[in-house]
């Protein structure tokens, strides 16, 4: 029975929907199945009640944020009022992995908690055929090679996710809360491949998505593996030739800052496109660092800018504003590190702390950006030294 299915398919979450239309593609019980995209909530609606009018009913599907979760209840709540039970609306993604009951009382019937590449395709399947219970299912961690990181067939594209997890479990980030500790990593063989279906449809540019690129291929990502590392980009190179752009180490990756050294500048020079990378250091403040369980000290932030420097690289550095317990004192050590960075030629990229479920500081107050960070901010616009791309630290996904 046909059963359209569409996809609220916000700039956050393209690449999970990306990656649930490989995993649709990938299900012989879904073949052919359509899906619409709705890039924001008029479209979602009118393309729902069209699809319901004319089947009877329509699944919307959401992958939630945190910093979504207030506009993804009023955008469940219209759709409920427009369609009643003809909808049957599906909640994935990091908030809904964490607290699947604040989504289910928004009015979710289903709430996938963590990865969906296998828990989402069966969902449907049940649907289909009526057989279906309203409530939470859990998405057991899946084997990342089985599955595509977009659908080609449908005109889904994104960046390759080449690592699954991080060992790091930093106090702010979910990451390693949603995907584990322990690193999965997609063979170079399977990456290769995905790029090369991108080249076949004239897609130059390849992006390769990780929580910590320079980590590809390290069993704890912590010790690097520069051969996995070299052998992907070799691959890559060779395989997609020298029109492909190969994009790592930079947006939507970054890369931790112990980790940018001569070996893994020298692979990224020989191998890979960009003239940018992003560096993670968050705070110039041990303290805050040592609370946020970075595993890095500040002196490897400024080694990582000043090799990367050497080698001719521009460079982002993410730092968050209004961590929890930040004193003055923390915060005039991260603006000395930002100065000193930013004389060196590296950009600042502002966030602020949100507090995130599952973390360990998920029960601290939302950061704010206060005079003082303001105008600490302002003195580095001036000096051309801000990237101005502000988000909570939610979005980073
Ligand atoms: S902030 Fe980066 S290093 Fe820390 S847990 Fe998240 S992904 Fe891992």
């Known amino acids: ?17 990306n990656a649930l239309a490989g995993a649709i593609d990938a299900s012989p019980e879904l073949s052919g199945l359509k899906i619409d995209i709705a890039l924001n909530a008029a479209r979602l609606r009118a393309c729902a009640s069209e699809r319901v009018r004319r089947h009877g009913r329509a699944v919307v599907a959401f992958s939630v944020l945190t910093c979504q979760l207030k506009r993804t209840g009023s955008i469940i709540q219209e759709l409920r009022s427009d369609l009643g039970s003809n909808v049957v609306i599906i909640a994935g993604g990091a908030h809904a992995t964490a607290c699947p009951e604040d989504l289910l009382e928004m009015g979710a019937d289903c709430v996938i908690r963590g990865e969906a590449e296998l828990a989402f395709p069966k969902l449907l399947g049940s649907i289909m055929q009526g057989d279906w219970i309203r409530g939470s299912i859990t998405g057991e961690p899946v084997d990342i090679e089985a599955f595509a990181s977009f659908s080609p067939g449908r005109g889904m594209f994104g960046p390759i996710e080449i690592t699954r997890g991080c060992a790091f479990a930093c106090s702010y980030c979910q990451t390693s809360h949603i995907f584990g500790t322990r690193l ?152 000395s590190l930002m100065d000193e960075v930013v004389g060196r030629g590296a950009r600042i990229h502002p966030h602020i702390f949100a507090p995130l479920p599952q973390t360990a500081f998920a029960d601290r107050e939302p950061g704010r950006l206060s005079p003082e960070v303001n105008s600490a901010l302002n003195r580095i616009r001036s000096r051309g030294g801000l990237y101005e791309n502000k988000s909570r630290t939610g979005d980073q996904m």
């Open 1 to 17: 029975m046909l059963l359209p299915v569409i996809f609220y398919y916000h700039r956050l979450n393209c690449y999970s929907f």
């Open 184 to 335: 999965r990593h997609r063979s170079v063989d399977t990456i290769v491949r995905q790029a090369e279906t991108l080249r076949s449809i004239n897609r130059k540019v390849v992006r390769l998505l990780s929580p910590n690129a320079f980590s590809y291929g390290s069993s704890d990502g912590r010790v690097l593996n520069l051969d996995a590392v070299r052998e992907l980009l070799h691959g890559l190179r060779t395989r997609l030739g020298p029109s492909a752009r190969i994009i790592f180490a930079h947006f939507p990756s970054e890369v931790r800052p112990e980790h940018v050294t001569p070996d893994t500048l020298d692979l990224l020079k020989e191998f890979a496109d960009n003239d940018e990378i992003v560096i993670g250091a968050q705070s110039g403040s041990r303290r805050m660092l040592d609370a946020c369980r970075r595993s890095h000290d500040v002196k490897s932030v400024l080694n990582a800018v000043v090799t990367a420097r050497r080698y001719g690289y521009k460079i982002i550095v993410d730092f968050i504003f209004g961590l929890p317990d930040e004193t003055e004192a923390d915060l005039k050590e991260t603006f």
